[in-house]
């Protein structure tokens, strides 16, 4: 019976870790797309510069915070 409580404890954390991360990516894509947006209006060059073609930047800046990151640096 031991055994099995610790296995739903661990089991339990992993959800538990999954739950966090989720919105903790989310956010992270979200603050992503709200820098490159900024970029866009005032650093389109930089971009260029960086190798990130303009419809590239901006498909991927109005994306959805949930959808994966697409942008790929060349």
């Given at each position: 019976?031991?055994?099995?409580?610790?296995?739903?404890?661990?089991?339990g954390h992993?959800?538990?870790?999954?739950?966090?991360?989720?919105?903790?990516?989310?956010?992270?894509?979200?603050?992503?797309?709200?820098?490159?947006?900024?970029?866009?209006?005032?650093?389109?060059?930089?971009?260029?510069?960086?190798?990130?073609?303009?419809?590239?930047?901006?498909?991927?800046?109005?994306?959805?915070?949930?959808?994966?990151?697409?942008?790929?640096?060349?």
């Open positions: 019976m031991r055994a099995y409580m610790q296995f739903e404890s661990s089991a992993l959800r538990l870790d999954a739950i966090f991360s989720v919105p903790a990516t989310w956010w992270q894509r979200a603050c992503f797309r709200a820098e490159l947006r900024a970029d866009l209006r005032d650093k389109p060059d930089f971009l260029r510069d960086i190798g990130i073609g303009l419809h590239e930047a901006q498909a991927e800046a109005s994306r959805f915070f949930w959808e994966p990151l697409l942008l790929k640096h060349r």
